[in-house]
């Protein structure tokens, strides 16, 4: 199987995705971010990343929802993929891997 | 209008116009929702402000890029006639077409890359023949000194590009605008090289020569080098000859003077080393002096009528050429008036001369004021006009073929078409493709073009008498009429089907069979006009051949067989005598001969003071019976009649003629400006043709004048001797005259010289007939197989019904055979005003005769049948099951 590859930013969003518990689009995934991560983000490289996760199969969305404050613009909700899912799920093996391997008197000698 | 609620119009609109459509909408729809959002919690102000730095940021090429690989379903993409999908169709399908209809594609691509190898090739020559002597840098300011003969009432009799010593000198001192001047000419000189002596072709100018031309010295001072009386400026050839190498600088070559017996040879230092003249230099030398005259002849008047020179002149920039002539003429008068009254009494010469320029890039084509006596390399531009007109000829018939085939095949290609718009091709679309198509055919053929140049320019090199290299096609100009030539192609053959199948509704070429009668007349027409050109050509070449034919065959009225002429400078009496008794000691030596070297000619007068003018040779008694010339009145000198040298004279029936003697015999001809000198005609000689069958013959007068200095020797040796008495001959010249070179040459051959050019033009005339043959046929061929192919149902159905074989080839070929004979009309009547035009340039010539006629016509019908029944013959022997089974 192909190893996922995914940018720090690309893990976060797919995340926030995850987590979310409404139907994830750009606007509430941008808010999640900012507000999970603390850091200010714009809007586009957002959306820049929803695509091109979407581009890489890790996210499928649908268009509906249309409001009247977006002007009857209809959302473009994101949904994980199985891809999706198996990519998080082997990062989160990896980085528990890695967690295990710590000695674990390593921290403490370190932090003092 | 300015709405609070709504974020600002500009940034939207700004959004929408980058924003790939399908992002678009939920991009937009999100920066909305928090426009919003923001309204409501920090005001109109903050949150418009927020949008317009949102929107920015999303003009990325993220964004901007129009994508179609995120295709959702119902969505399809609109392909562009550059996508790379389908100029990969485009390349397929035209390979496909091409790999399929094999013989077309040969034909089409070798038939035009002829067409173009033979325009590349033409464009070459005319180029090199136009750019003569445009390479020196003075180029437009370089003149010729030339003169015209106005008889007293204003006729112009004669015109002169030659010049004497005073002309060059006077006017340059006497007009402002004259920068400077070189006076150039060619003198024949003895040369040592090793222990041989050789007669050496010499050229002296005068010390301006290289700051006035434009030839690179590869070593020794431009300035300086012609002004020390024996200094010599070599070429790099004769360098390497004399010495092995270019660096020749200070070495000495010995050089005598061939028209001063006595002198001996002489040192000349090297002063330069002449880089290789380019090939289009009217000017070329191997050997160039300083020229030397003496104070005394540029004082003496008279030279200003003895011409024998070119004279070249620099004028100032702007200069205007009618003031400059008027003050040459002014300075002309007045100087040389003594002069023009002397030759008016002493000569009667009577006729004013005037003096003119001529450009000197206008010299190599001029046909009035040629480039001769040492420039080299004059032309006649008609060789060009003809040159150019058989390669436009055959470019003509190539691009013909190309369109027509292309169009012909391009109705196969109908469906295609059809089909293609049917599953949503735009017509821009089909352009592209079709165009495209024609033009990458195109380039192969031009490529091949290249090619085909590059094999073909040695032998091409040899029939025009020129070194031409393909890298001359490396120029500005040169390479943008190729551009344009391959556009223009390219669009004509493409431009049927690009622009008018294309515009056909996709039934019309799916359903029906469109009938595209118009168009047969164009192609018909397309055929005559091939076919024309080519019998054309085939009447001109045998006419060529035929007057050639004449010209090398005609009985000159003088035996040359085995006939072989030596030169020897300043031969005396005594040694004429000595070289006589010598040579017959052998007995493969006939006889011997002495007569004046080259051709002189003079005046004198008949009838009490009519002026008459005529060659003038020297000969002995042996030389009418050696060449077996007849006396046809009278007798021919004699020794039994010692009075002949200094009283009697011979002369040939022209002169007779244009005297208007009924009675020649003993009639006076007196060349009263020498005294005393007059003769009386004792015989006349039968016309023979001494100068070749391209002049006419004129009056000729033949004396044994002792004062006359015989140049040259005719013997005649035994047949089948060649090789022995050669060698006898020259090792009796070398016993007998161990200072002069020993040259010999066999008069026949020196006759079948004088028509090189002719027998050039036989050549070239000959390999045009049959390039446009040629390409004519493989043009028809291609027709015939088309017609054959889009009959094949008819013909089909014609032999169930019972059609013999021969009655199908018939039908297939008749059609054919008419537009050539159609052809005929057109070119028949051309031709014929062609070839008699052409003719009258020769004095004596051929009748254009029918028969030149009946076989160009059958040669024509021949060629069309053969090429026409090939395919004809396969397509009524198929098998009716076979074309008819599929519809």
């Given at each position: 199987?192909?190893?996922?590859?995914?940018?720090?930013?690309?893990?976060?969003?797919?995340?926030?995705?995850?987590?979310?518990?409404?139907?994830?689009?750009?606007v509430?995934?941008?808010?999640?971010?900012?507000q999970?991560?603390?850091?200010?983000?714009?809007?586009s490289?957002?959306?820049?990343?929803?695509?091109r996760?979407?581009?890489?199969?890790?996210?499928?969305?649908?268009?509906?929802?249309?409001?009247?404050?977006?002007?009857?613009?209809?959302?473009?909700?994101?949904?994980?993929?199985?891809?999706?899912?198996r990519?998080?799920?082997?990062?989160?093996?990896?980085?528990a891997?890695?967690?295990?391997?710590?000695?674990?008197?390593?921290?403490?000698?370190?932090?003092? | 209008?300015?709405?609070?609620?709504?974020?600002?119009?500009?940034?939207?609109?700004?959004?929408?116009?980058?924003?790939?459509?399908?992002?678009?909408?939920?991009?937009?729809?999100?920066?909305h929702?928090?426009?919003?959002?923001?309204?409501?919690?920090?005001?109109?102000?903050?949150?418009?402000?927020d949008?317009?730095?949102?929107?920015?940021?999303?003009?990325?090429?993220?964004?901007?890029r129009?994508?179609?690989?995120?295709l959702?379903?119902?969505?399809?993409?609109?392909?562009?006639?550059l996508?790379p999908?389908?100029?990969?169709?485009?390349?397929?399908?035209?390979?496909r077409?091409?790999?399929?209809?094999?013989?077309?594609?040969?034909?089409?691509i070798?038939?035009?890359?002829?067409?173009?190898?033979?325009?590349?090739?033409?464009?070459?020559?005319?180029?090199?023949?136009?750019?003569?002597?445009?390479?020196?840098?003075?180029?437009?300011?370089?003149y010729?000194?030339?003169?015209?003969?106005?008889?007293?009432?204003?006729?112009?009799?004669n015109?002169?590009?030659n010049?004497?010593?005073?002309?060059?000198?006077?006017f340059?001192?006497?007009?402002?605008?004259i920068?400077?001047?070189?006076?150039?000419?060619?003198?024949?000189?003895?040369?040592?090289?090793?222990?041989?002596?050789?007669?050496?072709?010499?050229?002296?100018?005068?010390?301006?020569?290289?700051?006035?031309?434009?030839?690179?010295?590869?070593?020794?001072?431009?300035?300086?080098?012609?002004?020390?009386?024996?200094?010599?400026?070599?070429?790099e050839?004769?360098?390497?000859?004399?010495?092995?190498?270019?660096?020749?600088?200070?070495?000495?070559i010995?050089?005598?003077?061939s028209?001063?017996?006595?002198?001996?040879?002489?040192?000349?230092?090297?002063?330069?080393?002449?880089?290789?003249?380019?090939?289009?230099?009217?000017?070329?030398?191997?050997?160039?002096?300083?020229?030397v005259?003496?104070?005394?002849?540029?004082?003496?008047?008279?030279?200003?009528?003895?011409?024998?020179?070119n004279?070249?002149?620099?004028?100032?920039?702007?200069?205007?050429?009618q003031?400059?002539?008027?003050?040459?003429?002014?300075?002309?008068?007045?100087?040389?008036?003594?002069?023009?009254?002397?030759?008016?009494?002493?000569?009667?010469?009577?006729?004013?001369?005037e003096?003119a320029?001529?450009?000197?890039?206008?010299?190599?084509?001029?046909?009035?004021?040629?480039a001769?006596n040492g420039l080299v390399?004059?032309?006649?531009?008609?060789?060009?006009?003809?040159?150019?007109?058989?390669?436009?000829?055959?470019?003509?018939?190539?691009?013909?073929?190309?369109?027509?085939?292309?169009?012909?095949?391009?109705?196969?290609?109908?469906?295609?078409?059809?089909?293609?718009?049917?599953?949503?091709?735009?017509?821009?679309?089909?352009?592209?493709?079709?165009?495209?198509?024609?033009?990458?055919?195109?380039f192969?053929?031009?490529?091949?073009?290249?090619?085909l140049?590059?094999?073909?320019?040695?032998?091409?090199?040899?029939?025009?008498?020129?070194?031409?290299?393909?890298?001359?096609l490396?120029?500005?100009?040169?390479?943008?009429?190729?551009?344009?030539?391959?556009?223009?192609?390219?669009f004509?053959?493409?431009?049927?089907?690009a622009?008018?199948?294309?515009?056909?509704?996709?039934v019309?070429?799916?359903?029906?069979?469109?009938?595209?009668?118009?168009?047969?007349?164009?192609?018909q027409?397309?055929?005559v006009?091939?076919?024309a050109?080519?019998?054309?050509?085939?009447?001109?070449?045998?006419?060529?051949?035929?007057?050639?034919?004449?010209?090398?065959?005609?009985?000159?009225g003088?035996?040359?067989?085995?006939?072989?002429?030596?030169d020897?400078?300043g031969?005396?009496?005594?040694?004429?005598?000595?070289?006589?008794?010598?040579?017959?000691k052998?007995?493969?030596?006939?006889?011997?001969?002495?007569?004046?070297?080259?051709?002189?000619g003079?005046?004198a007068?008949?009838?009490?003071?009519?002026?008459?003018?005529?060659?003038?040779?020297?000969?002995d008694?042996a030389?009418?019976?050696?060449?077996?010339?007849?006396?046809?009145q009278?007798?021919n000198?004699?020794?039994?009649f010692?009075?002949?040298?200094?009283?009697s004279?011979?002369?040939?029936?022209?002169?007779?003629?244009?005297?208007g003697?009924?009675?020649?015999?003993?009639?006076?001809?007196?060349?009263?400006?020498?005294?005393?000198?007059?003769?009386?005609?004792v015989?006349?000689?039968k016309?023979?043709h001494?100068?070749?069958?391209?002049q006419?013959?004129?009056?000729?007068?033949?004396?044994?004048k002792?004062?006359?200095?015989?140049?040259?020797?005719?013997?005649k040796?035994?047949?089948?001797?060649?090789?022995?008495?050669?060698?006898?001959?020259?090792?009796?010249?070398?016993?007998?005259?161990?200072?002069?070179?020993?040259?010999?040459?066999f008069?026949?051959?020196?006759?079948?010289?004088?028509?090189?050019?002719?027998?050039?033009?036989?050549?070239?005339?000959?390999?045009?007939?049959?390039?446009?043959?040629?390409?004519?046929?493989?043009?028809?061929?291609?027709?015939a197989?088309?017609?054959?192919?889009?009959?094949?149902?008819?013909?089909?159905?014609?032999?169930?019904?019972?059609?013999?074989?021969t009655?199908?080839?018939q039908?297939?070929?008749?059609?054919?055979?008419?537009l050539?004979?159609?052809?005929?009309?057109?070119?028949f009547?051309?031709?014929?005003?062609?070839?008699?035009?052409?003719l009258?340039?020769?004095?004596?010539?051929?009748?254009?005769?029918?028969?030149?006629?009946?076989?160009?016509?059958?040669?024509?019908?021949?060629?069309?049948f053969?090429?026409?029944?090939?395919?004809?013959?396969?397509?009524?022997?198929?098998?009716?099951v076979?074309?008819?089974?599929?519809e």
């Open positions: 199987m192909r190893r996922a590859f995914l940018g720090e930013f690309e893990e976060i969003i797919l995340l926030v995705v995850a987590a979310c518990t409404t139907e994830a689009y750009g509430n995934v941008w808010e999640d971010v900012q999970q991560t603390g850091r200010a983000i714009t809007m490289a957002v959306h820049t990343t929803l695509y996760l979407e581009e890489k199969g890790y996210l499928s969305s649908v268009l509906g929802g249309a409001t009247a404050e977006r002007g009857g613009r209809r959302k473009r909700f994101f949904t994980l993929t199985g891809l999706g899912v990519a998080l799920q082997d990062i989160q093996a990896v980085r891997r890695l967690w295990q391997a710590i000695p674990q008197d390593k921290f403490q000698l370190i932090v003092g | 209008m300015f709405q609070a609620n709504q974020p600002p119009q500009w940034a939207d609109r700004l959004l929408e116009w980058c924003c790939a459509p399908h992002l678009l909408e939920d991009v937009q729809g999100d920066l929702e928090v426009y919003q959002k923001r309204l409501a919690e920090a005001g109109p102000a903050k949150a418009r402000r949008y317009v730095v949102a929107v920015l940021h999303h003009l990325t090429p993220f964004f901007i129009r994508k179609k690989t995120v959702r379903p119902g969505e399809y993409p609109s392909p562009s006639p996508n999908d389908m100029l990969r169709n485009y390349i397929t399908i035209a390979l077409t091409l790999a399929h209809n094999k013989a077309y594609s040969v034909i089409n070798v038939g035009l890359s002829i067409g173009l190898a033979a325009a590349m090739l033409i464009i070459l020559y005319t180029k090199d023949e136009v750019s003569y002597d445009r390479f020196h840098a003075n180029a437009p300011r370089l010729r000194i030339t003169s015209r003969e106005l008889s007293p009432a204003g006729k112009v009799e015109r002169q590009g010049t004497g010593l005073l002309q060059g000198p006077t340059a001192a006497g007009v402002p605008e920068q400077s001047f070189v006076r150039y000419k060619e003198d024949r000189h003895d040369m040592k090289q090793g222990t041989d002596v050789v007669s050496q072709s010499v050229f002296v100018a005068d010390t301006s020569f290289f700051s006035v031309f434009t030839f690179p010295l590869l070593s020794g001072d431009p300035k300086t080098a012609l002004q020390q009386p024996r200094s010599v400026v070599i070429s050839d004769m360098a390497a000859k004399q010495f092995g190498t270019t660096d020749a600088l200070g070495k000495t010995f050089f005598k003077r028209f001063d017996n006595g002198d001996t040879f002489e040192p000349y230092t090297v002063t330069g080393v002449v880089r290789q003249m380019p090939q289009n230099s009217s000017i070329r030398f191997d050997v160039l002096m300083p020229m005259v003496t104070p005394q002849e540029m004082t003496n008047s008279e030279n200003w009528f003895n011409i024998f020179e004279t070249f002149v620099l004028l100032t920039p702007k200069a205007d050429i003031a400059v002539e008027a003050k040459m003429n002014r300075i002309y008068r007045a100087d040389a008036a003594a002069s023009i009254k002397m030759m008016a009494e002493k000569f009667g010469f009577k006729n004013k001369v003096y320029l001529q450009p000197f890039t206008a010299m190599h084509l001029s046909q009035d004021l040629r001769d390399g004059g032309s006649n531009p008609l060789f060009s006009y003809i040159l150019t007109g058989i390669a436009l000829f055959i470019l003509l018939i190539a691009c013909i073929n190309f369109v027509n085939l292309t169009v012909a095949r391009s109705l196969k290609r109908a469906k295609e078409i059809g089909v293609r718009k049917v599953v949503g091709s735009g017509r821009a679309q089909l352009m592209f493709q079709f165009l495209g198509e024609s033009f990458l055919l195109c192969g053929a031009f490529v091949l073009a290249l090619i140049v590059q094999l073909v320019l040695p032998t091409f090199n040899q029939l025009a008498n020129k070194s031409l290299a393909l890298a001359y490396l120029d500005g100009r040169l390479v943008l009429g190729y551009i344009g030539l391959f556009l223009l192609t390219g004509l053959a493409g431009f049927y089907p622009l008018v199948l294309s515009r056909y509704s996709p019309q070429t799916l359903y029906k069979r469109i009938s595209l009668s118009g168009k047969n007349y164009l192609q027409s397309l055929v006009l091939q076919f050109l080519a019998s054309f050509l085939v009447i001109a070449t045998l006419t060529i051949y035929s007057q050639f034919n004449y010209l090398t065959n005609k009985d000159l003088y035996d040359d067989k085995d006939l072989v002429s030596i020897k400078s031969l005396t009496r005594s040694e004429a005598k000595l070289l006589h008794d010598e040579l017959l052998n007995p493969n030596i006939v006889g011997v001969a002495p007569k004046n070297g080259g051709q002189w003079t005046v007068k008949i009838n009490e003071g009519k002026e008459i003018n005529f060659t003038y040779e020297t000969i008694p030389y009418l019976p050696l060449l077996k010339i007849p006396v046809r009278g007798r000198f004699s020794a039994d010692p009075a002949d040298s200094t009283h004279v011979l002369v040939n029936e022209r002169f007779v003629k244009e005297a003697w009924k009675d020649p015999i003993g009639q006076p001809v007196d060349f009263w400006y020498n005294k005393g000198e007059v003769y009386t005609v015989g006349v000689v016309d023979h001494f100068n070749g069958l391209s006419e013959i004129g009056p000729q007068l033949f004396t044994t002792p004062g006359n200095q015989f140049g040259k020797a005719f013997i040796i035994r047949p089948n001797t060649a090789s022995a008495s050669l060698q006898y001959i020259e090792r009796t010249f070398k016993r007998l005259f161990p200072i002069n070179p020993y040259a010999f040459s008069v026949d051959e020196d006759n079948l010289k004088r028509y090189e050019s002719e027998a050039k033009w036989k050549q070239i005339m000959l390999f045009g007939a049959i390039l446009t043959i040629f390409i004519s046929c493989i043009g028809l061929f291609g027709l197989t088309l017609s054959a192919e889009r009959r094949t149902k008819e013909i089909g159905i014609r032999k169930v019904l019972g059609a013999s074989v009655s199908i080839i039908l297939l070929s008749s059609d054919f055979l008419k050539v004979l159609l052809s005929f009309v057109v070119a009547p051309a031709a014929w005003y062609a070839m008699r035009q052409w009258q340039n020769y004095p004596y010539r051929i009748d254009i005769s029918a028969w030149t006629f009946v076989i160009a016509a059958l040669l024509a019908l021949l060629i069309a053969v090429t026409v029944s090939f395919q004809s013959i396969r397509t009524a022997l198929t098998n009716p076979r074309s008819l089974r599929s």
